[in-house]
């Protein structure tokens, strides 16, 4: 019986991109969808990653057989704007284990401060992030012309 190695967080490699946007477009295209949006391709989500991956910070959860999350933020001065955390299982965890990396690399980059953001609809990213202490502070309009 082989025994499986517990999840781990560990630097994305530019040659795991193209997992994460396949990930991201089979997880996201849902959440888009129910937002009456359309979705981001794999195509153009590897673009925007690999455009991103040398100015930003990009993290994995998953063992060596499997990737199960991604986190993805950017420091600005003494600021993080998180761009991505998903899973790909909900319930398990793995958003929180993510969460926590989180605050403990602004606690070591000495953060003063954690952005995010989500679709308005997006009722479980916002219950989430508000159980790790985020609260609201603007709203972003758009018009499609």
């Known amino acids: 019986m082989k025994v499986k190695k517990p999840l781990g967080i560990k630097k994305c490699k530019s040659t795991e991109l193209k997992e994460i946007a396949k990930m991201y477009e089979r997880e996201m295209a849902k959440n888009f969808r129910k937002a009456g949006e359309k979705p981001i391709t794999k195509n153009k989500y ?40 998903f899973v790909l299982e909900k319930n398990r965890g793995y958003g929180k284990l993510l969460m926590k990396f989180l605050l ?5 980059d000495k953060i003063k401060k954690l952005n995010a ?19 609201p502070r603007t709203i972003e309009f758009s018009k499609e012309l």
């Open 117 to 135: 953001d989500t679709h308005f609809n997006n009722n479980r990213a916002i219950k989430f992030v508000k159980k790790f202490g985020f609260s």
């Open 46 to 85: 590897n673009k925007i990653l690999r455009k991103n991956i040398k100015k930003s910070e990009m993290w994995i959860l998953g063992d060596e057989n499997s990737i199960q999350g991604f986190l993805w933020y950017v420091k600005d001065g003494k600021e993080y704007d998180v761009e991505e955390i």
């Open 104 to 108: 403990g690399q602004a606690k070591k």
